[in-house]
């Protein structure tokens, strides 16, 4: 099967992708052969398109976020069936170092992403280790099944900011993480969070969500709490906003940082010292956060579907010419395998 060719698109350097023919893999001991209906594009790979993420090496089969349904079982395999339908969580650990034992694989010493350190969903077929496949629910649509991974690192972010029913919430960023965690903040019960986002199309899809939008940090000012937020979360990732976040929490304040935009920023050290504000990471997820992920995309109380654009696989290096100019109306950039 391995010699048979199969459609991948293909990053061959900045700002070049192209799809070309490849050998279809051949699933290892442990692994499942998935045949790719759907595959989400992430803001990691636009970095990555354009040459700005050191991890994404060319010539590289990306993507991530993906459904589809499993055609072929590796040696040792048990529990799966060709033809089922299923989402992959591509963050792949060791499972033994200290990281692993302590429930945090997502800081494994060796971890691996999909689409990143190997072959990923931007083609017809890709493999991946049967323990990292999940069954897609019955009520999960395949296009929303490519949000398991990104809803995952919201739902991870709004753990670790350690969210309360009264906090008053800041997110900027109205990206696919931003806009997601919205949802997951108002699962957790908040109300009138802040969002504060440059594009109009995604203020608007924000608000929709829920959301008070703002464009900036004048129009923030009028719905700011006094004395400043509760939590604020960045989901952009650039100097202004990491910035702004730090100088938008109140005293004893929390502030997550998930946006990976810029590799180093200035922040206000002496008014993080001063306020005593509690700065976390966030990267990623865990299993925990991919399993309510699914479950919460099963019960329909969160997703973007409004806001997809289903392209075919042809088009994918437009899409993500597409998703650097102006996409409008659109939160997630589908691509139809």
């Known amino acids: 099967m391995g010699k048979t060719l199969m459609s991948a698109l293909v990053y061959e350097g ?16 442990g692994e499942v052969l998935i045949r790719v209906a759907k595959a989400g594009i992430c803001g990691s ?7 700005h993420n050191s991890l994404r090496k060319p010539p590289l089969v990306m993507g991530h976020e993906f459904s589809g349904t499993i055609a072929a079982l590796g040696q040792g395999v048990q529990g799966f069936s060709p033809g089922e339908r299923v989402t992959v969580n591509p963050l792949l650990s060791c499972h033994v170092c200290r990281s692993c034992r302590e429930g945090r694989p997502q800081l494994c010493e060796s971890r691996k992403i999909v689409g990143v350190h190997r072959p990923g969903a931007f083609a017809e077929y890709t493999t991946a280790p049967a323990a990292s496949v999940y069954r897609l629910p019955e009520s999960v649509s395949m296009e929303a099944g490519t949000l398991a991974e990104p809803l995952a690192c919201a739902i991870h972010a709004a753990r670790l900011a350690e969210l309360d029913p009264a906090d008053r919430l800041l997110i900027y960023g109205g990206g696919p993480i931003g806009l997601l965690l919205l949802q997951a903040a108002r699962r957790f019960g908040l109300s009138g969070i802040v969002l504060a986002e ?22 923030l000012r009028a719905v700011m709490p006094e004395g400043g937020f509760d939590v604020v979360a960045d989901a952009v990732g650039a100097a202004a906003t990491r910035m702004q976040s730090a100088l938008n929490a109140r005293l004893g304040g929390r502030v997550v940082f998930s946006g990976l935009h810029e590799a180093d920023s200035p922040l206000p050290v002496n008014v993080i010292i001063r306020n005593e504000l509690k700065l976390r990471g966030a990267f990623c997820y865990d299993d925990a956060d991919f399993e309510t992920a699914l479950q919460w995309l099963a019960d329909g109380s969160v997703g973007l579907d409004d806001w997809f654009k289903i392209s075919p696989l042809s088009e994918g290096k437009a899409s993500f010419e597409l998703l650097l100019s102006d996409p409008g109306p659109v939160a997630k950039i589908v691509l139809s395998i």
Not at 15 to 23: D, H, I, L, Q
Not at 45 to 51: A, I, K, Q, T, V
């Open 14 to 29: 900045p700002r070049e992708m192209n799809v070309r023919g490849m050998s279809i893999p051949e699933p290892a001991d």
């Open 45 to 51: 790979e636009l970095s990555g398109y354009l040459g």
């Open 198 to 219: 440059l594009n109009p199309h995604r203020r608007r899809i924000a608000e929709e969500l829920g959301a008070i939008a703002v464009t900036g940090e004048e129009e």
